[in-house]
């Protein structure tokens, strides 16, 4: 371009810039967020985080290729000579070799088992057991004629849960008055237990003898004989079946029994365990007008879940998940976190789970407790190290500085969040700052099937299925919550392509899913 175009656009731009008699525009510098927000920064960050996230590889990867470099430029005398320098011996070689395959085989002995989650099975309630709004609050007016705030209140938390019109209640507390009876508690209890085992049997191939674990875990049912004796004679399983029920350890139980499997699984080789998660409602229903034990008849419903887990070779392939971690935080030696939730009478003689209003600030933390030991085991290196420099900041420097809070969604594809409430989903996806699609296997789940206990973790995993996003390599979070206070945590990661499912509880309805759900219901 001529210079005379260049002068041009110049005086152009300067009498746009400053027009004549006024005053020149004050030009302010940009913001930092836009920089922070720019796409620059954003790949900066990505490089970063892989350059350190693969460090040990970028260091080792140069000295292997120099060492093997090196080998080519020797030739087959030079090698021979070399050989011949060391002045081996057979007796030097024999113990050389011994030396290998002790120490091959000691590092194969001593590592821990993998341990397969081959498949699960869920509890599909009848459409006869369904629970709307209606017939819920009916019942609710009828029990509690003589106690119009009682019912109010209940109306209140419904119309706030998040809860659907799809979830169900057991045959007992569908009576005027509920039935709470033993023998309908065992007849829920086989409900539950015997249909997630015969569809587990069906989808695995597996054989009632072929098991040689048995953990069933129900926080508030614990007859005599007990709930795994109730499998076992019913499937006749063999006699010398290790088996194991607990009980009284509130929704988190369903990772506590996941985790006496691993152990039990890293001390038996060649087995397969059974852990089936559920809560039988039917004993636990609060007659009485208590608000704070009213809030459990609002939330919780009808579920239970049978897992096949297995350390054998042999299973590898069709295995869906690998167990990769199991994290459990136990807040019980505080008197607080202890009674936060409570099963006793009230002033009637009415029994029922207490609810304490410093619930969600207790469960929150636990949830740190537990986020803080679960952290380096799976965090990428870029992260802890953000992590590590914000600590020192704020504790050389600055301690009113904000923290770093670690990315997990970095760590994690998939988030199994415990359905306990709206509440507890909320508190979560602030505190990990996830998004609305990362809780939404929680939030359809307590919409479509209520609170089901320790069973609702598996609920949203077969919702993510279901789905069609489960894809092999994707790592997958469950956190559950439970009375004590307690915080448990399993890592999983996808052994292969999930295909999606055409059976289970979401099959006749995932494709409505997932739906709005209002603030406030009204009723």
């Not at 042999?314 to 869906?320: F, P, Q, T, V, Y």
Request: glycine content about 4%; some cysteine.
């Amino acid at each position: 371009m001529p210079p005379s175009y260049w002068c041009g656009l110049l005086l152009q731009k300067r009498n746009s810039t400053f027009p004549a008699k006024r005053k020149p525009k004050q030009i302010m510098a940009p913001k930092l967020q836009d920089f922070s927000l720019s796409v620059k920064l954003k790949y900066v960050k990505l490089g970063y985080q892989y350059l350190v996230d693969n460090l040990l590889a970028f260091f080792l990867i140069p000295i292997i290729i120099a060492l093997f470099l090196e080998s080519l430029r020797l030739s087959p005398e030079e090698i021979i000579q070399f050989w011949d320098s060391m002045h081996l011996t057979s007796l030097h070689i024999i113990c050389s070799l011994f030396l290998i395959i002790y120490t091959a085989t000691f590092f194969f002995m001593s590592r821990p088992r993998t341990v397969y989650l081959i498949d699960y099975a869920l509890f599909k309630p009848p459409q006869s057991l369904r629970v709307s709004f209606a017939g819920f609050m009916e019942h609710a007016h009828i029990l509690l004629h003589d106690e119009p705030k009682s019912v109010d209140f209940q109306m209140r938390i419904l119309e706030r849960s998040g809860i659907g019109e799809e979830t169900s209640f057991p045959p007992a507390m569908c009576f005027i008055p509920p039935a709470p009876t033993m023998r309908r508690s065992r007849e829920e209890a086989e409900l539950i237990i015997f249909s997630c085992m015969d569809s587990l049997f069906q989808k695995t191939g597996m054989r009632p003898r072929d098991i040689d674990i048995l953990i069933v875990n129900c926080s508030l049912f614990s007859p005599t004989p007990s709930l795994t004796a109730m499998v076992i004679n019913k499937y006749k399983m063999r006699s010398n079946i290790k088996s194991f029920n607990l009980s009284g350890m509130g929704c988190s139980a369903g990772l506590i029994s996941i985790d006496l499997a691993k152990d039990l699984l890293q001390q038996h080789p060649n087995s397969n365990a059974v852990v089936i998660s559920t809560e039988i409602l039917t004993p636990n229903c609060y007659l009485g007008k208590e608000r704070a034990m009213l809030l459990p008849n609002c939330l919780f419903r009808m579920g239970g879940a049978a897992v096949l887990l297995s350390n054998r070779w042999s299973e590898r392939r069709r295995a869906k998940y690998v167990l990769s971690h199991v994290v459990r935080t136990h807040k019980g030696a505080d008197d607080k976190s202890y009674n936060c939730i409570q099963q006793e009478e009230d002033s009637e003689g009415h029994v029922g789970i207490k609810l304490n209003k410093d619930l969600m600030a207790i469960a929150g933390e636990a949830l740190k407790s537990n986020i803080t030991t679960i952290g380096p085991l799976v965090l990428p290196a870029s992260e802890q190290i953000l992590f590590a420099f914000s600590l020192l900041r704020r504790k050389l420097f600055n301690p009113k500085l904000k923290p770093y809070i670690p990315d997990f969604k970095q760590a994690f594809e998939h988030f199994c969040i415990h359905a306990g409430g709206r509440a507890v989903i909320d508190e979560l996806q602030k505190n990990l700052q996830l998004t609305a699609e990362q809780v939404e296997a929680s939030r359809m789940t307590l919409h479509r099937f209520g609170n089901t206990s320790s069973s609702s973790l598996w609920y949203e995993l077969s919702y993510i299925e279901s789905k069609g996003r489960m894809r092999k390599g994707d790592r997958v979070w469950q956190i559950g919550f439970g009375s004590g206070f307690k915080c448990n945590s399993a890592v999983w990661k996808c052994n292969r392509d999930i295909i999606t499912p055409v059976e289970g509880p979401w099959a006749d309805c995932i494709d409505r899913y997932p739906v709005h759900i209002p603030e406030v219901v009204k009723l």
